[in-house]
């Protein structure tokens, strides 16, 4: 049930929920097309349906749900909410390390509208930010510009590029909340490009395959709803974690974020010495 000072239609949230890009991945419950562990057609092409997507209706509904203004919904705040408790977990998880941020140089994945870029350069980070979204980019280096910068803190260098064509070698390389996007055989090449990336850690999230959301997929087929503008993959975890020790990885810390319409988890894993 969705808390609220008013009941909200089941209808209502299943539109929204099936309206909005798959990091919310209880929306499988609302008909979001999720290919789970099935698979996707040859024909199509994820990267070309999230950079469209993320340029236009995408950008736009997210920025709400990544900003701080009221004009959200119920289900959207809930997701807002359970990002940033993604984003807080990797920040605490950076902030415990002996030195914390200061001088670490961090190459962020996927960076949105700068959740986890901006918090981070504030910190002492040297942070290089990318996202496949130009807009997405845009409002990211709006959102540093906005506020003056900590005595000493370098600006992030936010760019928009493709994930696989992201080169240079950082300390630690993040990827939040972008491989949900792909399928397990193309979530594997970008793993492996980022793990070229990352000399010491890498720390990645992602939608966790479970009975429970498989079975919320499948009810989920029984709804139906909206023109969907991405695609949702849930991952097993025992196949990221896989695809980490081979390219010479090992798993230091994991976090799972849940929350009504938001589900996440977190790896951190570290070069073996």
Request: aromatic share 6%.
């Amino acid at each position: 049930p969705v808390e609220s000072s008013a009941p909200v239609a089941a209808a209502d949230v299943l539109s929204e929920v099936t309206s909005l890009a798959p990091v919310a991945v209880a929306a499988v419950a609302g008909g979001l097309v999720v290919a789970g562990q099935q698979g996707k057609p040859k024909s199509i092409d994820d990267k070309a349906e999230v950079k469209a997507y993320f340029n236009s209706t995408g950008f736009d509904r997210w920025r709400r749900i990544y900003g701080n203004t009221d004009d959200v919904n119920k289900v959207q705040k809930d997701i807002r909410e359970g990002h940033q408790v993604t984003v807080d977990t990797v920040l605490s998880w950076l902030r415990a390390d002996p030195g914390g941020l200061k001088g670490l140089t961090v190459c962020d994945a996927g960076c949105g509208v700068g959740s986890l870029s901006i918090p981070m350069a504030r910190d002492g980070a040297i942070v290089s930010a990318s996202d496949i979204s130009a807009k997405m980019v845009e409002e990211a280096q709006a959102k540093w510009d906005a506020v003056p910068a900590p005595v000493g803190a370098t600006a992030p260098k936010f760019f928009t590029s493709d994930l696989e064509e992201l080169d240079g070698k950082y300390h630690t390389v993040i990827c939040l909340d972008v491989l949900i996007h792909y399928p397990q055989d193309k979530a594997d090449e970008m793993i492996s490009h980022l793990a070229s990336c990352a000399d010491k850690r890498l720390i990645l999230s992602f939608a966790p395959y479970t009975v429970s959301l498989a079975v919320l997929k499948k009810i989920g087929g029984l709804f139906p709803g909206p023109s969907k503008a991405t695609r949702a993959y849930l991952h097993k975890e025992a196949d990221i974690v896989r695809i980490l020790e081979a390219n010479g990885f090992e798993i230091q810390r994991t976090a799972m974020t849940g929350t009504k319409f938001y589900f996440s988890r977190s790896l951190e894993a570290v070069r073996r010495q």
